[in-house]
T-cell receptor, first 116, second 115 residues
Framework: DTGVSQDPRHKITKRGQNVTFRCDPISEHNRLYWYRQTLGQGPEFLTYFQNEAQLEKSRLLSDRFSAERPKGSFSTLEIQRTEQGDSAMYLC??????????????FGPGTRLTVL | AQTVTQSQPEMSVQEAETVTLSCTYDTSESNYYLFWYKQPPSRQMILVIRQEAYKQQNATENRFSVNFQKAAKSFSLKISDSQLGDTAMYFCAFIPQGGSEKLVFGKGTKLTVNP
């Protein structure tokens, strides 16, 4: 068990470009979550998947954001036409949601996005 | 809507001393879970301690313990025998049992342990 991994760790892009981030959850965790964390703030929920189904999306997730989790394994988060306000740390978390997990979510190291 | 408030943006403590971080929350739910997460500088967030709302007994994990006051909707974290490695951002978080699965976080408290 190597934990939740995210790629890339850092991304610098120009305004208007598209970016895609990848998250690999802990194997056999059926829940996968995306959060966004801006400087000086706690993480804010974006969306989550149970297996391949996207079950909840925050209103923070504008039409420029899309997330997928094909085959219920890794997930991708794409931001189209990036804006400077998209600059943030994007965190991925996974959870087994078994009766013993007590709703704990395990976090990855995050992808830091800087939009110039 | 659930909210989590951490009223101490920054705190500092001397090594080996005890420090308490405050957290209050607002919810209409009766069953939920509360967490304290630690985010060291440039490192990933890890769970420090969790509390089930239906349990009256306060959770403890080694040097970390909580004071859970359900009626007051308060959930403070006490760190005993503080160590340099405890230096980090600490986030209080809430999740209801059933329904939405999103964690709701406070803004965090930056804790510095001084030698």
């Amino acid at each position: 068990d190597t934990g939740v991994s995210q790629d890339p760790r850092h991304k610098i892009t120009k305004r208007g470009q598209n970016v895609t981030f990848r998250c690999d959850p802990i194997s056999e965790h059926n829940r996968l979550y995306w959060y966004r964390q801006t400087l000086g703030q706690g993480p804010e929920f974006l969306t989550y998947f149970q297996n391949e189904a996207q079950l909840e999306k925050s209103r923070l997730l504008s039409d420029r954001f899309s997330a997928e989790r094909p085959k219920g394994s890794f997930s991708t988060l794409e931001i189209q036409r990036t804006e400077q306000g998209d600059s943030a740390m994007y965190l991925c978390a996974s959870s087994p949601r078994t009766s013993g997990s007590l709703y704990e979510q395990f976090f990855g190291p995050g992808t830091r996005l800087t939009v110039l | 809507a659930q909210t989590v408030t951490q009223s101490q943006p920054e705190m500092s403590v001397q090594e080996a001393e005890t420090v308490t971080l405050s957290c209050t929350y607002d919810t209409s739910e009766s069953n939920y879970y509360l967490f304290w997460y630690k985010q060291p500088p440039s490192r990933q967030m890890i769970l420090v301690i969790r509390q089930e709302a239906y349990k009256q007994q306060n959770a403890t994990e080694n040097r970390f313990s909580v004071n859970f006051q359900k009626a007051a909707k308060s959930f403070s974290l006490k760190i005993s025998d503080s160590q340099l490695g405890d230096t980090a951002m600490y986030f209080c978080a809430f999740i209801p049992q059933g329904g939405s699965e999103k964690l709701v976080f406070g803004k965090g408290t930056k804790l510095t342990v001084n030698p």
